[in-house]
């Protein structure tokens, strides 16, 4: 199969965002069907990356953290309806009901995200002066002692994705295996799948030749060579490449096998891509959570399970559809362009469609980029400028005293037309796009203008 396309898309799209480098892996039926990197690894020297390359994989280690519980369950040391507490030094409820296992794999405690992760990573780059000594899980335990002021519903009721649940997973693993829940991770999954260069420690990945540099893309669009954040575990510490994410992704989709090994049974990748409670702000209107994996019934007629990942200065997007044994992983060093949307056009295209036109999220960034430009009344009388705030418009007028910027929201974006709304004065005020073959035009309150420029 041609991947043209696939490639022009990839390379469009990190130019756009300045996303140093990426690499890509496409996986059908076990095997590892197309492989690549683009850009840069290592900017300065000008280092391509290659499949193999080693990325921070951020949340995309929450599937590893299930799928230990699991494996944990299947050997009838744990329940998933046990209370967290008879594990943690920690009362943890909700609304006078107790969290449960289930419930942090899930992320549905009724607890919403403490920001703990947040502020870690940003105080271990340097992005501001928050600072948060929480080098392990006990330390994130006593962080969240005053939790109880923070409950908002009880268990079970509603998604609040919570990155301190899965450290206290990962907490409860060790308890119960006896072992660093590394430890255990890497005796009960990894070694298995073979996934060699897969890695939790700063000591193992600067052993290892083909590493990506992490960068923070700043402000002016340069690339600023930073560091992996040490010390997040269980939800998002693990580093790998796309030839062992490949193995990874293979038995997920083959019912918990591969090569003849089994990590799980069939039944615990069932649980886990079980749509256990509706994500109120997917991508997708039916997208809700497994155990570590994110799952919708909408992706072009067919079950896409998935999830994404960011430490800032990697980012990581791992998705595979059941039905068609078809898999991919996109792993970055940096953030910027969604690798989710690299990974869902990959999809797409691997099954035939145009991911121009038959993923909506693509398509409406298509038309959005169009909608930017200059804008001119009759004879140039007035002008104003468009441009791209990412899911957002916002129209620009400038003079020689004054900057005056109005964010547009989207209401309503197809081929020949997109509507916009904003807020003037407490009113909403609808801002309407009317798209031909050769010219735009804007009706803007009492205004109409013309697209002059790109």
Not at 84 to 105: D, F, I, N, Q
Not at 347 to 361: K, N, R, V
Request: proline share 5%; glycine share 8%.
């Amino acid at each position: 199969m041609e991947f043209t396309k696939l490639d022009s898309f990839v390379l469009e799209k990190i130019s756009q965002t300045r996303i140093p480098g990426v690499s890509l892996a496409i996986v059908k039926d076990g095997e590892v069907i197309y492989a690549r990197g683009y850009g840069f690894k290592d900017v300065e020297r000008g280092l391509p990356p290659t499949p193999g390359t080693v990325y921070g994989i951020g949340s995309v280690t929450k599937s590893f953290t299930a799928l230990a519980v699991l494996k944990l369950v299947e050997e009838g040391r744990l329940s998933l309806y046990d209370e967290v507490s008879r594990y943690v030094p920690l009362k943890l409820e909700a609304m006078g009901k107790p969290v449960r296992v289930h419930h942090l794999l899930t992320h549905t405690s009724g607890i919403p995200a403490l920001a703990y992760a947040e502020a870690f990573i940003r105080g271990s780059l340097g992005l501001d002066a928050q600072w948060l000594p929480l080098s392990t899980p006990e330390d994130v335990i006593a962080f969240m002692s005053d939790y109880s002021s923070w409950v908002h519903s009880e268990p079970g009721t509603r998604y609040f994705y919570l990155n301190e649940g899965y450290v206290l997973l990962g907490y409860i693993i060790s308890r119960v295996s006896g072992m660093r829940y590394e430890d255990y991770v890497r005796r009960s999954v990894l070694e298995p799948l073979k996934m060699s260069r897969t890695y939790f420690w700063e000591s193992e990945v600067s052993r290892d030749p083909d590493v990506a540099v992490p960068y923070i893309v700043d402000k002016e669009g340069r690339h600023v060579r930073s560091r992996f954040p040490f010390g997040i575990t269980a939800d998002g510490g693990l580093l790998s490449n796309c030839y062992d994410m490949s193995r990874y992704v293979s038995m997920l989709m083959n019912g918990g096998r591969l090569e003849g090994t089994e990590i799980v049974s069939r039944e615990s990748i069932r649980l886990m891509e079980e749509k256990h409670v509706r994500i109120p702000s997917g991508l997708f209107k039916d997208d809700s959570y497994g155990y570590g994996l994110v799952v919708t019934d909408e992706f072009l007629g067919r079950r896409l399970v998935r999830h994404s990942g960011s430490v800032l200065v990697y980012t990581a997007f791992v998705g595979y559809m059941p039905s068609e044994r078809l898999g991919v992983v996109v792993l970055a060093n940096a953030a910027g362009y969604p690798l989710s949307f690299i990974g869902m056009y990959a999809l797409a295209y691997l099954l035939g469609y145009d991911p121009e036109e038959s993923l909506h999220f693509i398509k409406y960034e298509r038309i959005a980029d169009r909608l930017a430009g200059t804008y001119e009344t009759y004879k140039g009388t007035y002008r104003v400028n468009v441009r791209r705030m990412g899911d957002f418009l916002a129209v620009e007028y400038r003079d020689r005293y004054r900057e005056v910027v109005v964010p547009l929201v989207p209401s309503e974006i197809g081929d020949g037309y997109a509507r916009y709304y904003t807020i003037s004065y407490g009113s909403r005020v609808d801002v309407e796009f009317f798209i031909e073959k050769e010219r735009i035009v804007m009706v803007y309150e009492r205004y109409k203008l013309v697209k002059k420029t790109p």
